[in-house]
């Protein structure tokens, strides 16, 4: 066995073959005094225990008689009857023939230069069997300083090998479980203040395998964010504590920062001193990552909601306004009065809120989506006047569009908003100027392929704290009453509702990338568009009847007053139970329904699906402020989103009767 081999024996295996190697000693040194003039008196008690506890055999050759005598052991350990004759070459006779020319050249020399020799070897028993051994010979000199004697000692090592390869491997699966679970262990002896760990451990800290222990060492890896946590756990499990359990950040070598969870338990005496600490060092980085998605999905979960009850609320009220706005300039206009530019600058303030509203409703994944196909690239040609617009003379503008890229499916709407909102933010990292690139892709990822519009810049980058957090509601790095927190929320909202995500990425050479990635369309499942709002309005010789269903009184009345000003007879509900006895009454003589798809206690779908059991359905007009889950409906019915000014409201309900 070398050095190397020797040096790679698990802690226990090493100790338990240096105790047998010292009982072989001590067994030959007691059995050459017995067979030589200068007996041990503790010889016999030796020879009793290494006969009890191991498989050992002694013998001697008196080189002046040509004679030699072996022990019964070593007669058991040969194969040979107890009655046989010892001569030296039936001994060597035993040994394998592949060991024997090796071992008589060792004990040759060990004769002629007087030097003990250790060997191991195989011996060949009559029966056929093999046995592993090792040999220790010595030579016995008389008074006068003349070789006497060659005795020695055979070790069977053939069940203690099994028991030694057993618990190597043993050893070795211990080490695999500990890769396999990412669980690394310790122990620090407080006697001999010594520390030793796992090969796990050390991988685990991003350290060659056969880094020498060492507890600075692991304190030059703890997160400095974490040192003041560490020591103090450190001091109580040295002086007190009986166990410690702690979660702490390490920093690898690399710069890769890792989560690591650390189990320790104290063994004292019975004055209480410490004796020492046995430990694990568990890796929980993805437990971790996973912990922190699973509380940012609940939290965004949780401002979505939110989000989308105040945007409920505030639409309704932008509805309110906005089409009462409109009402009063037809009245101004009609009556041939001048119309102030206060109401132009209400409407723009209105837009900007409504503006405001559909961002939070596009995090909230909330918005309604009018889908259709989408040539990416042409998008982008097309909004390159305001793209270069937007980011100014200072920085300069590139792009890099692929060839052949797939269409996608798309409110492009809200794509051209989302990247408009990218560039934006990659306008703000670069203040002085730079350098902006806008890119698409196709991206395939698990059998799926995805379009990628990629926006960077060549700013500063973020910082990794502010990476993990720069898609949340309300958080930016920007100055107090410079940013709203909204626009890359909005960015990813948007990309979620579609299908897709948005990743973002700082490369070592600086700058910040955020890709936008949204599902490659199937040309052939595109269903055809909508018609468009050019088509021709029915004729309205009678007056159409219409029933309106919105549990907010406000928001039924702005839409009764504007239609009945268009020609339309309106009769409204802001219940489900009135609702129910206005069609019982009047169900065959209405030609369209509006109905709001949120509603207390039965909703908009809900009730339409009621109507319709009654009798057959004319046309029907869902409205809503946050449109997701009636755009998801199976009612084949078009949707207005809330707030609409008077002009979209009439456009849609033509839309409709013509449905």
């Known amino acids: ?145 003349q070789p006497w004697r060659l005795v020695g000692a055979v070790l069977d090592l053939t069940d203690a090998g099994e028991a030694l390869e057993q618990n190597r491997r043993a050893f070795e699966q211990l080490e695999d479980a500990q890769a396999i679970g990412r669980l690394g262990s310790w122990r620090y002896d407080a006697r001999r203040r010594g520390l030793t760990w796992s090969r796990e451990f050390c991988r685990i800290l991003g350290l060659p395998p056969d880094t020498a222990p060492d507890a600075q060492v692991v304190v030059d890896r703890i997160h400095k964010r974490d040192q003041a946590h560490f020591s103090r756990a450190k001091a109580q499990i040295l002086h007190h504590a009986n166990s410690a359990d702690a979660e702490y950040r390490i920093v690898r070598p690399d710069g890769d920062t890792r989560d690591v969870r650390v189990n320790a338990v104290a063994r004292r005496d019975d004055d209480g001193s410490l004796i020492d600490v046995r430990g694990t060092l568990l890796d929980i980085t993805e437990q971790v990552r996973q912990r922190e998605d699973l509380a940012h999905d609940q939290k965004m979960e949780a401002i979505g909601r939110l989000a989308g009850g105040i945007a409920h609320d505030f639409n309704n009220l932008l509805t309110i306004v906005t089409t009462n706005l409109d009402l009063a300039r037809e009245t101004l206009v009609i009556r041939d009065v001048e119309v102030p530019p206060e109401l132009a600058e209400c409407q723009r303030a209105l837009t900007s809120a409504s503006a405001l509203i559909r961002r939070l409703l596009t995090f909230g994944r909330q918005a309604a989506l009018s889908l259709r196909l989408l040539d990416v690239n042409q998008m982008i040609r097309g909004a390159m006047v305001l793209i270069r617009r937007l980011v100014g003379e200072s920085i300069v503008l590139e792009t890099d569009l692929a060839h052949e890229l797939a269409p996608v499916r798309v409110d492009a709407v809200e794509i051209e908003r989302a990247l408009l909102n990218l560039v934006s933010n990659a306008r703000d990292a670069v203040p002085n100027g730079g350098r902006v690139r806008i890119e698409t892709r196709t991206v395939h990822e698990a059998d799926l392929s995805y379009v990628e519009i990629a926006v960077s810049d060549d700013g500063p980058g973020l910082e990794p704290w502010a990476r993990h957090r720069v898609f949340e509601p309300f958080f930016t790095t920007k100055p107090e009453g410079q940013g709203t927190g909204l626009g890359l929320a909005s960015v990813l909202g948007t990309a979620e509702q579609h299908g897709g995500t948005v990743v973002v990425d700082c490369p070592p050479e600086g700058g910040t990338v955020f890709r936008m990635r949204l599902p490659a369309a199937n040309q052939s499942a595109i269903e055809p568009e909508e018609p468009s709002d050019a088509l021709a309005a029915p004729s309205r010789d009678a007056r159409q009847q219409v029933l309106v269903v ?41 030609d369209l329904v509006i109905c709001d798809v949120v509603m207390t206690p039965v909703r908009g779908p809900e009730l339409v699906r009621e ?16 449109s997701e889950e009636a755009a998801q409906s199976d009612l084949d019915h078009p949707v207005l989103t809330k707030p609409f000014s008077v002009a979209e409201l009439t456009a849609a309900v033509e839309r409709a009767l013509c449905y």
């Open 611 to 626: 109507f319709a059991q009654a009798r057959p359905l004319p046309p029907v007009l869902f409205i809503t402020g946050y």
């Open 550 to 590: 919105d549990d907010e009184p406000q928001v039924a009345r702005v839409i009764q007053h504007s239609l009945q000003r268009r020609g339309y007879a309106v009769s409204t509900a802001t219940d489900p139970a009135a609702a129910r006895a206005l069609w019982a009454e009047r169900g065959r003589k209405i």
């Open 1 to 145: 066995m070398d050095d190397h081999e020797r040096d790679s024996m698990p802690p226990n295996v090493r100790t338990l073959r240096s105790r047998i190697w010292e009982l072989h000693r001590r067994t030959l040194q007691a059995g050459s005094a017995e067979l030589g003039p200068n007996l041990d008196p503790g010889h016999d008690d030796v020879l009793a225990d290494a006969k009890q506890l191991t498989d050992l055999g002694t013998w001697a050759w008196d080189m002046r008689a040509g004679t030699a005598s072996w022990t019964p052991e070593l007669y058991r350990i040969l194969g040979y009857p107890p009655d046989v004759d010892p001569a030296t070459e039936r001994f060597f006779g035993a040994i394998h023939p592949d060991d024997r020319a090796r071992v008589l050249e060792l004990t040759s020399q060990s004769v002629v230069t007087g030097e003990s020799l250790r060997t191991d070897f195989v011996v060949l028993r009559p029966d056929g069997t093999l046995r592993n051994v090792t040999m220790t010979a010595t030579m016995v000199f008389d008074d006068d300083g």
